[in-house]
Every structure is written in structure tokens, then in C-alpha cells.
């Protein structure tokens, strides 16, 4: 069964670097999310992106943080300078054109030290 | 913008009981969905709802797209110790892209 896959599992940065986190969304699949959960808290939503651009952004989506599609299958999100409070788990999410669920990989886990 | 509001925030119950937890918002959605997340996963999809009214099951589950188009709620029927996770409500307005989430509810399943 496909499925969004993310890497790595688990990032340790140290404040201040910078970070990039994969994405391989289902192949055919048009729309892509990224979304953030700090440990023990519900999913907040940072970012949708189709046809090449960002269609939506929360307010959490600041200067600090891009999206890229660099290629046809890979969807990456960059926090430029990481602060303490970005810690949490990211997950990246597809889904097809419609009102069609969206499918999440599996997370990375970034901690900022 | 949008205002989800998902109770209970947990549940402990004994195994075999039935469950029921919901979903408000502030404004009207076109998608509700219901998602489960076991502790280290992403949310895995259980039912999704598409239409005012509409009514689907998922094996034990059952969740409802409510009249208004700013409710849902979500039942589990004789519960097994397997359900234990943190269920969450998702809904999508019309002509609006991102997916918004509840907080969540804690089920604790006791055998």
C-alpha cells in the first residue's frame, strides 16, 4: 500500500542550526502538508502547498521556516534557525485532488539542544 | 479562524464498554475526518466524512457528519485494550485547504 515516508526518524540540532526535513509524499498525490506536534499536544497545522506553491500557512510559519518541492517526489520543510521550542514532531501529508483524506508519514522527531 | 473543539479530552473506561467522543466547530466544514494516533506514530485515518447527514462505520467504529456541518462525533463500540491511543477530529472548510485539528482525546482502555 503506498505511503508518505519521512526521514530521518529522529534530528538533534543544536539552537540556532538549521534543518531539513524529508518528505516523499504518495506518488500522484497533488496536495502537501506539513504539520507539527509538540510532545503530549494536539496537531497544529504550518503549511499546505500545491501546484508548486504554498497555498495556506498558519500563523507558526514564519520567516523561519520554507517549503520545497525540489523534484517530482520529494517535499522538504527547512527551519533556518532553530530555536528551543521547535522541538516536536513533524509530519508531513498527501492527499489526492478533491475532498480525499490526507495520509501522514510517520514523523521526525526533531530535538533542539 | 477555525475553532475545533474536541471533548472528551480522556476517557477511561473498562474493556467491552462503548465509547463516544465529539467534535465542534465555529465554523461550517465540507470533510470531517477521524483520526488515530498510537504513542511515536503519525495519525492514521479511520472514517471520513464528506456529506451532512452521513452516517459510516468502520468495523467497531461509527462517526457522524452532523446536519449543521459543525459537528461529528465518534463512537467505538465494545472497546478492546488495542484501542488505547489518541483519537482526533480533523475537519476541512469549503474552499480552504488546510486541514485543522482537535486537541485530542486520551482513550485508556482497562482489561
Known amino acids: 500500500e503506498p505511503e508518505v515516508t519521512q526521514t530521518p526518524s529522529h534530528q538533534v540540532t543544536q539552537m540556532g542550526q538549521e534543518v531539513i526535513l524529508r518528505c516523499v509524499p504518495i506518488?500522484?498525490?497533488?496536495?502537501f502538508y506539513w504539520y507539527r506536534q509538540i510532545l503530549g499536544q494536539k496537531v497544529e497545522f504550518l503549511v499546505s502547498?500545491?501546484?508548486?506553491?504554498?497555498?495556506?500557512k498558519s500563523e507558526i510559519f514564519d520567516d523561519q521556516f520554507s517549503v520545497e518541492r525540489p523534484d517530482g517526489s520529494n517535499f522538504t520543510l527547512k527551519i533556518r534557525s532553530t530555536k528551543l521550542e521547535d522541538s516536536a514532531m513533524y509530519f508531513c501529508a498527501s492527499r489526492d485532488r478533491g475532498y480525499t483524506e490526507a495520509f501522514f508519514g510517520q514523523g521526525t522527531r526533531l530535538t533542539v539542544v | 479562524g477555525q475553532q475545533l473543539n474536541q471533548s472528551p479530552q480522556s476517557m477511561f473506561i473498562q474493556e467491552g464498554e462503548d465509547v463516544s467522543m465529539n467534535c465542534t466547530s465555529s465554523?461550517?466544514?465540507?470533510?470531517w475526518l477521524w483520526y488515530k494516533q498510537d504513542p511515536g506514530e503519525g495519525p492514521v485515518l479511520l472514517i471520513a466524512?464528506?456529506?451532512?447527514?452521513e452516517l459510516t462505520s468502520n468495523g467497531r467504529l461509527t462517526a457522524q457528519f452532523g446536519i449543521t456541518r459543525k459537528d461529528s462525533f465518534l463512537n467505538i463500540s465494545a472497546s478492546i485494550p488495542s484501542d488505547v491511543g489518541i483519537y482526533f477530529c480533523?475537519?476541512?472548510?469549503?474552499?480552504?485547504?488546510?486541514?485543522?485539528f482537535g486537541a485530542g482525546t486520551r482513550l485508556t482502555v482497562k482489561p
Open positions: 506518488s500522484n498525490h497533488l496536495y
Open positions: 465554523s461550517i466544514f465540507n470533510t
Open positions: 480533523a475537519g476541512r472548510e469549503d474552499n480552504n485547504n488546510d486541514m485543522r
Open positions: 466524512l464528506y456529506k451532512a447527514g
Open positions: 502547498f500545491y501546484n508548486n506553491e504554498i497555498s495556506e
